[in-house]
């Protein structure tokens, strides 16, 4: 794997846990209305950043898919065959 994929994984990782931190603090309701201001704006980039990382993804699977669609194709119809 590349460096640039590896650090691509761990941003998404970092963003998505950092997110969920977010998250949880407003869950449990204790947040200044200044900080929660920020946070919300916070969550809101990195929720961003996460919908352009997973549509990056999800297009590059799709490429994928069309560049092996013959397997692809082959390996549907075999389990369609076994059902």
């Given at each position: 794997?590349?460096?640039?994929?590896?650090?691509?994984?761990?941003?998404?990782?970092?963003?998505?846990?950092?997110?969920?931190?977010?998250?949880?603090?407003?869950e449990h309701g204790n947040v200044?209305?200044?900080e929660g201001l920020k946070d919300f704006e916070h969550a809101l980039?990195?929720?961003?950043?996460?919908?352009?990382?997973?549509a990056t993804v999800e297009n590059k699977v799709t490429e994928i898919k069309k560049k092996f669609s013959d397997v692809v194709d082959d390996e549907s119809e075999q389990s369609n065959m076994e059902l």
């Open positions: 794997m590349s460096p640039k994929k590896k650090s691509d994984s761990i941003n998404f990782s970092d963003s998505f846990n950092e997110l969920e931190k977010i998250v949880e603090k407003f200044d209305v200044e980039t990195l929720a961003r950043g996460l919908k352009e990382r997973l």
